[in-house]
Each structure stands twice: as structure tokens, then as C-alpha cells.
């Protein structure tokens, strides 16, 4: 089976933030969990580099935008080696061969397309009109941004996305477009009760000069949201490469909240637009807070995921954020509380199952190991959960199995067994906790795959491997980690 997974593409006008590096192991689950079952899979991660913020941004720092797009983009990439992701493209809205394909996308729906005088209120934060309900409803101040929309009249390209309202609905509300979890199925169905408007595509050059050109329109740029959407097929060589042909529709598309409009309404409407199947899976996920209070600039608060890992390891820092975040939620990090997971769940409990068990079998059995079963096939249970993005439930499952494992060794007390002589009954001990941990690192392939690599080697085949040091040394706060 082919599946083709996508996280949404960060906007480089600042450097990697919590939130992305959290998507990005998400998405890595997905493709490492898919893999794990036999499939064929791209992963698909990159950076989203046209719009006047951008423009705005370099100008302030006395860089090019294509200047600080580089700089910015480079950060992504590296945040997600440190993270480990397993991703096979990285795509840049400004790779030539994006706004190529992009421009090739805009004439090939243009009986969809028609310009005019537009009135609007715009943010400049998010880079995006809005109605005039949404507007009134929010007393004329962009809640995410905490500055009023500003009235903008201009003529520009508009999109008939009030012509594919309807069919949305269809797709979404018989799960053939399955929107998941399902307070933002519901949130984006009310939307669409209210009823799509068109929407602008393309803003004057004048205004904003840093995009992609519409065809046969040199007062005109294509619209930043409308073009980096299309990045999830431009990657896959639309409308003429084979990865197109065997890898869409998406089986996974991970997005935050805060765009979840552009993704489950006007997304879908350009597929349909261009008589493309629309994604299987939508997974829209929360926001992170820190100590309790929504990340800002003007409180100071953002913490910079490179930090965590520094202090910790990757492994640390997927499994904290797809563990202790809820998948279906918001969720908070604190330094207190990633150094309590590190000390509790990883370091006493998986730490000390892996290495009470390698010195008994390296003091009891002399480091010998039964077979490896090559049969392992990942946990039905589990599996759901994954497929369902609930990574926290999935992960508990599996946590629930390291928890049984140590009760089980203080159960049936294999040093005691040595000391009376029952060497029959201490090999069984000791072998049923080998094969409880090669599971274990089986079932965390997806999750925390360098761990699940060195408990795999410590157990491997024949001869125990015994490391000299733990799998988590114990860690204390300090000042300096955690400003």
C-alpha cells in the first residue's frame, strides 16, 4: 500500500517554535507506524516562504526575502534531523519547480477564478481577508494577532469557493473526508452551515510584491495561502509525475487549529476545483501552552525546542509532547514537568524494566537470549489509537505494558529464585521479560525510535549487548536549561 503523509508547512518569517517541532513528530508516528506495517510511504515536510510578512520581516533585518527564507528554512530542516524525522521531501514554496506547477494550477482552474473591486477586513498577521461576521464576532480585533483588521479595498483575482460549499459538506459529513477529532469536524461544519463566501486569490503587486506572479497578470501576485496549500501536490510532481498518480489522495494531513478553515474548506474546493480526490485524513491538533499561558512575544515566554533536546535527547522530547500533550486538545509545557516525566515515566520506569533485566540475565544466565520471534505484528489496539492520531492513548497503552512488566518482575522476584537454585523456573522469569522488552521496543519503533534501537540491540539475538550506562540518567532543573 502507498500512503502519503503531510504536516502543514511553517511560515519562515521566525525560527521553529514548539508547536512545529510537535507536528513533526507527529507526522513522523505516522510514517515510521506505516512503514512498520509494509506500506510504501512519502513523508512530506518543508517551509512556506512567499506573503508580505516575509517581505516585512527581511526588511526589518536588512535581508533579502529570499535571504531570510534560506536562513529560516535551514532551521526547519535541522530541527527536524534533531528531532529525527524520517521525512523523504522537503518541499520550499519557493523551489522553482512549486511555482512552476502553481502557475500551471491557476490557468488550469480559471473558469473558477474572476476578478474584481474587493472590499475586506484583512489581518497582516495571519495574511488573510476575513468576513465581516467573523469580524463583528471578535469586536474588530484579530484574536491571534491582538491588533484590529484593517478595511482594504483593492482589486484582485477571487476563487468561486461559495460553488464547492455544499459538496464540502457531503465529503465531510459522510466521512469520506474524515476530519478528525471531532469537535473540529463539528467546528468546521458550523462554518459551512453559515455558508462559504469566494475568497480573494491574488493581492497587487504594488502591495505585495513577494509571490508568485499570476499568469498573463503582471499587476498581480498569487495569494500566499492559495499557493503554499498547493504545495501538498505540486511535491508529488502534479499533475504529470507518477508520485502523483500512486501516492494522492493523502492518507494523512496534520495541520494546528488556527488553519483549519484553509485546509477543510478551501483546500478541499481547489481539489475539487481541479476534479482531484481530496484528502482521507484531516488530524488537526491544539496549541501548546507554556507554565499555563499562551506563547507571546510580548510575555517572553516561547521556549526553544532545540533546548529541550539539548538538555534531554529527541526521543525525550517526541515522547513528552505526543505523551503529556493531549492529542485532542491543548495542552502545557513546563520545565518542572518534562524533568518529572524524564525522571518518572522514562528513567524509573522503562530505564529501570531495561536495565534491572539486562544485569540478571547477564548475572543469572550469563548473558544468554532465547530466539527472537520474527513474527511481531503491532498491537490491534494500538494500532487504532495511532490511526486515530490519539498518540497519548497509544502511548499510554504501551506505557501500561511497561508498568505490567515491572510488576511482574517484583512478582515473581528472579534474584530469589537464583538464590534458592530454581534455574528452570528463573529462565523463564528472565525470558518472558526479554520478549515483554523486545515488544515494548517494537511498539516504540514509531514513538521513540532511538530507544526502541537500544533496547533492540541490548536484547538482540544470542548474546546479551550490556551498555554501561542507563537509558535515562537521572536529570536536575537548572537555571540555565530552563531560561
Known sequence: MKTFITSSIPYVNGPPHLGHAMEFTMVDVLARYSRLKGDEVILSIGTDEHGGKIAEKAESMNLTPIELANK???????????????????????????????????LSIKDDLYKKQYQGWYCPGDEAFFSEAVVKRNN???????????????????????????QIQEIITSNQFLVIPETKRNEILSLLDEGLEDISVSRPKSKIYWGIPVPDDDSQVIYVWFEALLNYITVLGFP?????????????????K?????????????????????????????????????????LG???????????????????????????????????????????S???????????????????????????????????QEISGLIEDCRFDKALEQIWLRIKNL???????????????????????????QINSLRYIA?????????????????????????SKQTLFPREELDQHATS
Open 140 to 166: 474588530n480585533i484579530c484574536p491571534e494577532h491582538n491588533r484590529p483588521y484593517e478595511k482594504v479595498i483593492e482589486e484582485n483575482y477571487f476563487f468561486k469557493l461559495s460553488k464547492y460549499n455544499k
Open 442 to 466: 517494537y511498539l516504540l519503533k514509531p514513538f521513540m525510535p532511538e530507544v526502541s534501537d537500544k533496547i533492540s540491540k541490548t536484547f538482540g539475538d544470542k548474546l546479551l549487548s550490556l
Open 72 to 106: 529560516n528554512s535551514q532551521e526547519f530542516e535541522r530541527l527536524a534531523k534533531t528531532l529525527e524525522i524520517s521525512y523523504d521531501r522537503f518541499i520550499r514554496t519557493t523551489d522553482k519547480d512549486h511555482e512552476d506547477r502553481v502557475q500551471k494550477i491557476w
Open 258 to 298: 488556527d488553519i483549519i478553515r484553509f485546509h477543510a474548506a478551501i483546500w478541499p474546493a481547489i481539489l475539487m476545483s481541479l476534479k482531484v480526490a481530496t484528502p482521507k485524513k484531516l488530524y488537526v491538533h491544539g496549541f501548546i501552552n507554556v507554565d499555563n499561558l499562551k506563547m507571546s512575544k510580548s
Open 240 to 256: 504529470d509525475k507518477q508520485d502523483f498518480k500512486d501516492y494522492w489522495p493523502a492518507s494523512y494531513q496534520v495541520v494546528g
Open 301 to 343: 515566554n516561547s521556549v526553544d525546542p532545540f533546548g529541550i533536546v539539548d538538555k534531554y535527547s529527541a526521543d525525550t522530547f517526541r515522547y513528552y509532547f505526543l505523551r503529556h500533550i493531549p492529542s485532542y486538545d491543548d495542552g502545557n509545557f513546563s520545565w518542572e514537568s518534562i524533568n518529572e516525566v524524564y525522571n
Open 406 to 432: 515491572n510488576q511482574f518482575i517484583e512478582e515473581q522476584k528472579p534474584w530469589q529464585l537464583f538464590k534458592t537454585g530454581e534455574q528452570d523456573k528463573l529462565s523463564e522469569v528472565l525470558n518472558s
Open 345 to 379: 515515566d522514562l528513567g524509573n520506569e522503562l530505564g529501570n524494566a531495561v536495565q534491572r533485566t539486562a544485569v540478571m540475565v547477564q548475572n543469572y544466565l550469563n548473558g544468554e537470549l532465547p530466539d527472537i520471534d520474527p513474527k511481531l505484528k503491532y498491537d
